[in-house]
């Protein structure tokens, strides 16, 4: 083979793969990314609070309304476990405060709250939050309505925190101070995702 007609398949193999590149690129889609706040398992259907940052270090669940998505057909397209739903957006340490999503309004509810304790640094393996015994992650938050507390666990910030709130507020389901879990849906089509990621599941976020 002559240097021109190796040049030449040089040139169409490099183009050959810039197209397979960009065909891929285009199987994506588009993207959406957030918490998750209502699973049905029956339905396949995914509801989450949008992550308007979309950084792994510092999300911002702040988009209204919610996403509702159907779950991908093939469980080909679908990475990690079935979505944990839960209403706590962020907890704030710094003005002691926990943001939760109330569908009874559907807004954003700022609950004010007292601290009784907090520790920091608490990796998921720790034994506050892991039970060695059984080798799973120990069930959180614990609401002692005869204490008046609720300890919540948040891995991604590494904070074990047990506080009190208004009295009002201890009847809310567990649910309200819980997180749900973090994923990722590709689509191209709104409403039809055609991959779903559980990036908590999955350790993509950690």
């Avoid at 240097?3 to 193999?13: E, Q, S, T, W």
């Avoid at 049905?40 to 940052?53: A, G, L, M, P």
Wanted: net charge positive; glycine share 6%.
């Amino acid at each position: 083979m002559t240097m021109i007609r190796k040049g030449m398949l040089g040139v169409i193999l490099c183009f050959l793969a810039l197209f397979i590149v960009a065909s891929c690129g285009k199987d994506i889609g588009k993207v959406d990314q957030g918490r998750v706040i209502e699973y049905d398992s029956e339905k396949k259907i995914v509801t989450f609070v949008r992550d308007v940052k979309a950084d792994p270090g510092s999300p911002d669940f702040t988009h209204l309304p919610p996403l509702t998505y159907e779950m991908p057909k093939d469980r080909a397209d679908i990475s990690g476990a079935e979505p944990a739903a839960g209403y706590r957006m962020k907890l704030d340490t710094k003005n002691n405060q926990v943001i939760i999503y109330d569908p009874a309004v559907k807004n954003f509810v700022v609950i004010a709250y007292k601290l009784i304790s907090q520790k920091d640094f608490v990796d998921r393996n720790d034994p506050l939050v892991f039970d060695g015994a059984s080798k799973k992650p120990r069930q959180f938050p614990i609401i002692d309505k005869d204490k008046k507390t609720i300890t919540i666990y948040s891995r991604r910030q590494k904070i074990l925190s047990t506080f009190t709130v208004p009295d009002e507020y201890f009847a809310l389901p567990a649910k309200a101070w819980d997180a749900g879990d973090e994923v990722r849906v590709h689509y191209r089509q709104d409403g039809k995702a055609l991959k779903f990621i559980n990036l908590t599941r999955t350790d993509i976020n950690k």
